[in-house]
């Protein structure tokens, strides 16, 4: 699948390498990449020779979040401003159909982020089941910054999530830059890595989450997601009581079992 602001490759057997590819704009989302995200992800939800996803940007960044200049949004500005309804369907719910869709996949995504991860950019590395971060990132969550609220996307739900919900307010509500140091300090990514050693790390995740049943990893990501959620203890173990009684009539687990019956890896 060819694509003007993306690029996905299938680099090793399991993983997939998905690059936003406009660094000349720090790779920032337009209209465009709105809707090959969603012709990526709807192609990917039903592919199970991918199994892990690595995010990241081409350049100097991840993402600087929408694409204020973009070229689509300026013509068709009368038209999708020519009321909040209809900036509602047509604009906003395509942001945020990405982010729901990124939480949909099966495949467990990886987020390696360099340089700046803004607005939409920090809540597509938030959505992700795991961030890498190189030294240069920074984390800014724009969108208070320039008149809207800082609830966007889903930063109101994942980010109280990761960091507390008093670090959080402040975050969302100061629209500041959290630095890489910082953000692993407070939990917002799982590790700061060298910046050579970004992708070779992601991969080296990838490979370990390959050693595992697919339908382990897909049943893990669902249970993290929807417990996050979770009304109470017991309704969080109900699913987690369902995901395993699937599991265990997998040909994966009766595999494990008879190898470690046997002594084998």
Aim: hydrophobic share 45%; aromatic share 6%; charged share 25%.
């Amino acid at each position: 699948m060819e694509f003007k602001t993306l690029r996905f490759e299938v680099t090793e057997p399991g993983i997939g390498l998905l690059t936003l590819t406009r660094p000349e704009r720090l790779n920032a989302i337009n209209l465009d990449m709105l809707e090959e995200f969603h012709a990526l992800y709807e192609e990917l939800f039903s592919d199970r020779d991918v199994r892990v996803i690595i995010l990241t940007g081409e350049g100097r960044g991840f993402c600087a979040g929408a694409d204020i200049l973009d070229q689509r949004m300026h013509q068709e500005a009368p038209e999708l401003y020519a009321s909040a309804a209809t900036f509602l369907i047509k604009v906003q719910k395509k942001y945020s159909n990405m982010i729901l869709e990124m939480k949909r996949l099966p495949q467990p995504i990886i987020a390696a982020v360099r340089g700046p991860a803004a607005g939409g950019g920090m809540t597509m590395a938030l959505a992700s089941e795991i961030i890498l971060a190189a030294p240069s990132a920074k984390f800014i969550p724009s969108f208070i910054n320039i008149g809207l609220s800082g609830g966007e996307l889903g930063t109101t739900y994942f980010l109280p999530n990761l960091v507390g919900a008093s670090r959080a307010a402040e975050i969302l509500l100061t629209g500041r830059a959290v630095q890489a140091e910082e953000a692993e300090r407070i939990g917002l990514v799982s590790r700061v890595v060298p910046e050579d050693e970004l992708l070779p790390r992601a991969y080296d995740l990838a490979r370990v989450m390959l050693t595992k049943s697919p339908m382990g990893l897909n049943q893990t990501k669902e249970a993290l997601f929807q417990n996050l959620n979770a009304p109470s203890l017991e309704a969080a173990i109900e699913l987690e009581n369902r995901n395993q009684s699937i599991c265990a009539f997998t040909d994966s687990f009766r595999a494990a079992i008879d190898a470690f019956a046997q002594g084998k890896k």
